[in-house]
Structure formats: structure tokens, C-alpha cells
């Protein structure tokens, strides 16, 4: 039996990857070059150019990066945060998305994120048992180029831990030949195999891409892996794996017995594909390439290792990011995170038959069920009916020659739902149905097909029941944003709608948090402060601020002492996404107005603001030591400053020149010098001076990256980075947090 398969995707809320894409936001430039010579891979001359090429109808963003020495045009995804786009077209979590209904305190420990209800005043308290050693401050300014991470925390364990065989991080696709099951266990860089239908919480028999199930680290070896994000086995076991930050596609020709056994064939995409589906039925294979934005065919399985090139290509005007594949080799469905399809953005490309050649085209656009703007459908079809993960389990009794209104049955287990994601998959194993909960890392099984739609799973995998997802008992915070008074530590999440709080900073790994709380909005940004003598604690998101006059709250009854919506200091912002404060002023930048807006007092409905900066429409954080203001925006250049001491009304920042950033997500001016999360090309660049980032000097020193603007030590290892995101400087030490795709906050003593 032919299986179906996903992909990743992630921050939704996604893996920040367009490895080497910029996003344009509100930057128009004039082409000069020629369309002919412009395409992916084409070599170009200035980087950061722009332009636009017809194809079919469609139009194509192509924009000029550097790649190692050189400049290449590769296709450009948009980006936005709060809502948009991240690189590779992901997305972080919208309201809906993640977290669902109305969180109480019932709610502190169990599986599934929960918001609180609607609104800016809601928020529930969450005690967590813990003991922590406090860290030791020490002192430091500096990094040196590569240096590893001494300190971890947001992880299953410490470097190349992955927290054993059945602690799956953010599992991205499910395949079956009729007798075994795999998982592709994405942010581990592994493929979990169980050698026969698993009847209950059972370890996986054979593990892929590691050498053991205790390791996790990532590799480009033949017996490596790099963030796999599908899998597919034919009804002989011959085996694929889409191994996405390789480009590549790893073939076993008959099924692997061994744990770490080598593949034998690696298909090589090239660089630019990050391939996140792929199906097979042992004879022809299909691949969906992400970056690249099509799909690729082979009517014949390539022999050798290297570039084969593919039978045809289908690129649609109507296809955007593709993701999954699910197939039986008769039908086709593909998800998509950026369509064009007048339906909306995220959902799935249907073929009734399989695809022949270049011109076939999808013969419908799939998106239905009660919440249509949680993702595409992936999952299972077989004589019986199709089997579809979206927000809920989606079950048709016939494959839909077009656009369904509903499903047959809808299921969703009471209380904590299904949590697909960026990966979620289903397979139908025998009787059973396995459900890929990306969000939940955990598979549910029922060992039958569900016949109510609140039925709940039999079993699950990975997970000891409903209420138990095993990343968040490890406290591994989604999208990471680092705050600290120089006493207690606090990071929130906007995934989950969390603030963390640490009454000392910890100086264990993985320590776990005093408390927490469940806020009614995405915390984007937050800043911890002494503003005009007094110690202060802000989030900010959704158009919503909080701000804790005392700081960092010390209990979990402690409420903010500001709460304001959309309306602050008499100006509409309901794109607030960063916020930073420093002795004499507390800064909010708007997406929606690109704008800065500077107070000199704790925000309210009616303070008006001092001055207005310009912003950018893709703001994601804001920091200031009160010598300079940084703000960070994911668009090309996207790293601005100004001196504190000289602000002015419309005063423009001066762009940071001295590299090449690829949706850099954090900005961090400390001790004279400059940090950058570059979250695109998986690296954090420091200037040990601002005067040197500020007239375009080189930087001083590089973490994750080997050299310059390249991905070319990308990946998860202690000198390796995911979608590095949010930096912060406390006791001495660098402290990273990583986007959705890495999960981990890194910790890097200062020389």
C-alpha cells in the first residue's frame, strides 16, 4: 500500500528557511535586469536587487543574494510577522491557529496550548514545581568566530541529546507499506521506525539518520540528516526520505535494518529546493520543493547519487510554497502555504489522476472544515476513504472530485483536540488510524476508524495520554524572546501565548520556570527595564501591551498594571509588534504604520508619543541601552539605529551595511557593539564597535555560519544555529533564542 506524505513547515508557526531569501515589504525597485537571464541559481550583480519575471501568467519575486562568492538570483517569499509570511513562506501563529479557546487555570498543565478569551485583560497564572542553581555573574564583551554554546535551555537535554526513542520533537510526516510505520522526527534529524503496527506507547524498532536514539545532531553524510520533513515507503520498502536543509532526497532501495544504516542513493535537488514532500510507489516519485515552488516528477527512480534530472516539472500559476504530498498513485493532494487561490492561502492542490507532464495543472483547490485558515491537508487514501489532517481528522467516504462543503465525520478527541501544525499526517495502518500531532510531538491512535466525532484516541505514542505532551513538560518554548532585569529571567512565546518567568536567572540547563502565564494575545516582543527609576516588565503584540510596573512579576498572581489595546497614546496600533525601553524612554514599533513610536512615560490610552520615527512594515524587535535604539525588520537591509541622545521627530535610522542580512530578526546594541540574529542564514554577526557597523565594516565575529552571508554551517549542533531570533546579554553571557524550526535557547560566554 502507497503512503502519503508531508512535509514540513513551521512557525507557522514555520522553518524560517528561504535559506537564502529576502523578503520585500514596502521596498519597490526598478528592474535593469534582463527577464531572460533572470531564474533561479542565475548569477546577477547587485545584491539586494529586485525583479519580477512573468511566467505563465504568474508572476515570479526573484532577488539578488550572495551566496558564498557569488551573487545568485533565487526566488523570494514574503514574510510578515504577526500573522505573515516567515521565510520559506511559513508562518507564525495567528489567533486560531495555535492555542485554542478560553484558557483557566485548569488549563496550566495540559497538552494543548490554550488561550485566554479574547480581549487585553484576561490572564491565567501558572505555578511549576522547580529548583535551579542561580548562574554566576561573570564578566565579558565579546565572541570569537564559531564558538560553542556552554549553557541550553528549552531542550530535551544538553548538546546531541534528543531525549531518547520516544521523545519526538515536532515530528513532520507518517508512511506505512501496509506492515511498518515511520516518522520523519524533524528538529532531531531523525526517521523513527517501528517494524510492525505499534498497539500502544511502544518504542520504535530501528532509528535513521543518527546512530542511536539518544543523538540528534545534524549531518549531510549519506547516514545524517538536516531537518527531514517527509517520508514515504512503496509496497516493495523501498524508502524516501525528504531531507529538507540538505536539499536532497535519501533513498533506500529496499527497507534498512540497521539503526544508522546509510542511504543508499542521495538525489540532489540543488540548492534553493528544500524539499518538504515526497511520495513514491517503488516505480516513479514526485517531490514538492518549497523554496523553489514546484513539484518535481521522475517516471523512473534515479541509480546514483547526484543531480538526475526529473521527468517534468509542474508549476501552476496557482501554487505558491508547496508542502506535503499525499497520494495512492492514482490522485494527488499537495498542500500549500501561500496559494493563490481566491479561496485563500493555505490549503491543498488536488489532482484526480496523477500528473502526466508539465501542463498538469490541479484540477481543484481544497479548503474546507471549521477553521480555514489552519493549513492544508495531509494524510491518507485507500479503497476506504481519504484520511485528512487539517485542523480536525477529516474523514471522506470517496476521494472529493471537487471542493467538499464538509467532510463525512470530523473528529477532534475532547478537551485537547489534534494538534497538526506545520507537519501533521495521518495513516491508516490495517484498522487503525495514526494521527501525526506535529504540535503535540505525539502520535494518536485509535484501533479502529473513529465513528463520533468526539471520540477519543485509544492510545498514544510518544506521550503517556491525552493530557500529556512531553516538549511541554520539558518547558521547550516555541519562538523564544529573552528578557532580564539582571536578577530574574523571563521569555515569552507568541505561539503559545506564554510568559515564562525565572525568579533567578538559571544556571542550570534546562531548568524549569517558577511560574508562568497564559496572556490574551501573542507576545511578540517584551523588554525588561529600569524606565525613570523604576523597574518595569513589558510585552507587546497584536496591537495589546502589558507592561508590570516592579518587573519581572515575582508570583503568579502579580497582574500588569497597564493593559491597552490598539488605542495607545491616542494612536491606533493594532500592528504593535516590538517593544524596547531604556532609563528615559519606552519605545513600540507598528507593522501597520511603520512607525516608532517613542514616550517618555508608562503608555496610556491618550500619552501621546514625543516623537515619531519611521519603522517598517515588518517590524519583529525593537532594543535600546539607551545609547542607541535598534530596530530589526524582516526585509533587506533590515537592521536600523539611532543615537538615543539625538532623536528627533521623523528622524530616520542608519541602515547597518556591513553584510548581507537574510531576514534578520533581532538586534541587540550592548557594550559599545552590535549583535544581529541574521534568521535567515541561520547566524548571529557581532561588531565589537557601532562605529564600525554603522559605516559598513565588516563583522568582527560570526556564530553558527562558518564565514559571510552563507547557510554553510547551519543546523543543530553547540556552533550551530536554527532561525536564530532573539538575543539578550545578562550575567556575562550571550544568550540566543531560536524560531519555531530550532526551539532552543543557547547561552555563549563572553570573552
Known amino acids: 500500500m502507497t503512503q502519503i506524505h508531508r512535509s514540513r513547515s513551521p512557525l507557522r508557526s514555520g522553518r524560517l528557511r528561504s535559506l537564502l531569501i529576502v523578503t520585500l515589504l514596502a521596498v519597490l525597485l526598478a528592474p535593469v535586469a534582463a527577464q531572460a537571464s533572470v531564474k533561479n541559481g542565475a548569477k546577477c550583480s547587485k545584491v539586494g536587487q529586485l525583479f519580477t519575471v512573468k511566467q505563465k501568467k504568474k508572476s515570479v519575486d526573484f532577488v ?48 494543548q496550548y490554550k488561550a485566554t478569551s479574547t480581549g487585553v485583560n484576561n490572564i491565567v497564572g501558572c505555578d511549576h514545581a522547580t529548583t535551579y542553581s542561580e548562574l554566576a555573574v561573570t564578566s565579558g564583551t565579546s565572541i570569537v568566530n564559531g564558538q560553542s554554546a556552554v549553557g541550553f535551555m528549552s531542550m530535551p537535554g544538553v548538546a546531541n541529546e534528543s531525549g531518547g526513542a520516544l521523545f519526538f520533537n515536532h515530528p513532520a510526516g507518517m508512511a506505512t507499506d501496509g506492515t511498518r510505520l515511520a516518522i520523519a522526527d524533524r528538529n532531531n534529524n531523525r526517521v523513527l521506525i517501528w517494524t510492525s503496527a505499534p498497539t500502544g506507547n511502544t518504542a520504535p524498532n530501528i532509528v535513521l539518520g543518527q546512530p542511536n536514539f539518544s543523538t540528534n545532531n545534524s549531518g549531510s553524510a549519506l547516514n545524517e540528516m538536516n531537518w527531514p520533513s517527509d517520508l514515504s515507503i512503496s509496497s516493495s520498502g523501498m524508502l524516501m526520505v525528504a531531507d529538507s536543509s540538505n536539499h536532497r532526497i535519501l533513498i533506500w532501495r529496499t527497507f534498512p535494518t540497521a539503526n544508522g544504516q546509510a542511504a543508499d542513493i542521495s538525489l540532489d535537488l540543488g540548492e534553493g529546493s528544500w524539499p518538504w514532500g515526497v511520495w513514491t510507489d517503488g516505480t516513479k516519485m514526485m517531490v514538492s520543493r518549497t523554496e523553489a515552488g514546484d513539484v518535481k516528477v521522475w517516471n523512473s527512480i534515479p541509480t546514483a547519487s547526484g543531480q538526475t534530472a526529473a521527468s517534468f516539472t509542474i508549476d501552476p ?14 490522485k494527488v493532494i499537495i498542500g500549500d502555504e501561500n496559494s493563490r487561490s481566491p479561496l485563500g492561502n493555505r490549503g491543498s492542490h488536488v489532482w484526480n489522476s496523477f500528473p502526466t507532464s508539465a501542463s498538469s495543472n490541479p484540477d481543484y483547490f481544497m479548503l474546507f472544515g471549521r477553521d480555514r485558515n489552519a493549513g492544508w491537508y495531509n494524510g491518507h487514501i485507500d479503497s476506504t476513504g481519504v ?3 487539517q485542523r480536525d481528522l477529516e474523514i471522506l467516504r470517496t476521494f472529493p472530485t471537487a471542493n467538499p462543503a464538509q467532510a463525512d465525520l470530523t473528529v477532534a478527541p475532547p478537551d485537547v483536540g489534534l494538534q497538526g501544525g506545520d507537519g501533521g499526517d495521518v495513516v491508516k495502518l490495517g484498522n487503525r488510524v495514526y494521527v501525526l500531532e506535529y504540535n503535540a510531538s505525539r502520535i494518536a491512535a485509535w484501533n479502529a476508524v473513529p465513528t463520533t466525532a468526539s471520540q477519543a484516541a485509544d492510545f498514544y505514542i510518544g506521550s503517556s495520554g491525552p493530557a500529556d505532551n512531553s516538549n511541554r513538560t520539558a518547558f521547550m518554548i516555541t519562538n523564544a524572546v529573552m528578557s532580564s532585569d ?66 519581572i512579576p515575582q508570583s503568579k498572581s502579580t497582574e500588569p498594571t497597564t493593559k491597552l489595546d490598539t488605542n495607545i497614546g491616542g494612536v491606533t496600533m493594532s500592528g504593535l509588534t516590538a517593544v524596547a525601553a531604556d532609563s528615559n524612554y519606552i519605545y513600540l514599533a507598528d507593522k501597520q504604520s511603520a512607525k516608532v513610536y517613542v514616550f517618555n512615560q508608562i503608555p496610556t490610552a491618550t500619552s501621546a508619543p514625543i516623537f515619531t520615527l519611521p519603522g517598517c512594515p515588518a517590524a519583529t524587535q525593537l532594543r535600546s541601552d539607551g545609547n542607541y535604539l535598534v530596530l530589526t525588520c524582516i526585509a533587506n537591509p533590515g537592521t536600523y539605529v539611532w543615537t538615543v541622545g539625538a532623536l528627533a521627530n521623523n ?48 563583522p568582527t565575529a560570526v556564530l553558527g555560519a562558518s564565514t559571510g552571508a552563507t ?23 550571550l544568550w540566543v533564542g531560536e524560531q519555531k524550526f530550532g526551539n532552543r535557547v543557547l547561552r555563549f560566554k563572553l570573552g
Not at 505573515?84 to 478560553?102: F, V
Open 64 to 111: 539578488c543574494v550572495q551566496e558564498g562568492s557569488r551573487r545568485v538570483w533565487r526566488v523570494r517569499v514574503g514574510v510578515l510577522p504577526g500573522g505573515g509570511t516567515t521565510p520559506g513562506g511559513t508562518t507564525t501563529a495567528k489567533p486560531g491557529e495555535a492555542p485554542g479557546g478560553t484558557a483557566t487555570a485548569s488549563d496550566c498543565d495540559k497538552a
Open 317 to 330: 500559476e496557482i501554487m505558491g510554497t508547496p508542502r506535503q504530498i499525499t497520494s495512492d498513485g492514482s
Open 387 to 389: 484520511y485528512l489532517l
Open 486 to 551: 539582571g536578577t530574574s529571567l523571563a521569555i515569552n512565546s507568541d505561539f503559545e501565548r506564554r510568559v515564562y518567568v525565572w525568579k533567578k536567572v538559571p544556571g542550570d540547563n534546562n531548568a524549569k520556570p517558577d511560574h508562568s502565564f497564559i496572556v490574551p494575545f501573542q507576545p511578540w516582543d517584551s523588554v525588561a527595564a529600569t524606565f525613570k527609576g523604576t523597574k518595569i516588565y513589558a510585552i507587546a503584540g497584536e496591537g495589546k501591551l502589558h507592561i508590570w510596573s516592579g518587573g
Open 651 to 698: 528622524q530616520s535610522g542608519t541602515t547597518v551595511t556591513g553584510t548581507q542580512f537574510n531576514l534578520p530578526m533581532g538586534g541587540l546594541p550592548v557594550n559599545g557593539g552590535l549583535f544581529v540574529a541574521d534568521t535567515g542564514f541561520d547566524r548571529v554577526v557581532w561588531w565589537s564597535t557601532m562605529s564600525a557597523a554603522l559605516s559598513g565594516g565588516a
Open 711 to 733: 547557510k554553510a554551517n547551519s543546523g543543530l549542533g553547540i556552533n550551530k544555529f536554527r532561525m536564530p531570533r532573539s538575543l539578550m546579554v545578562t550575567h556575562g553571557y
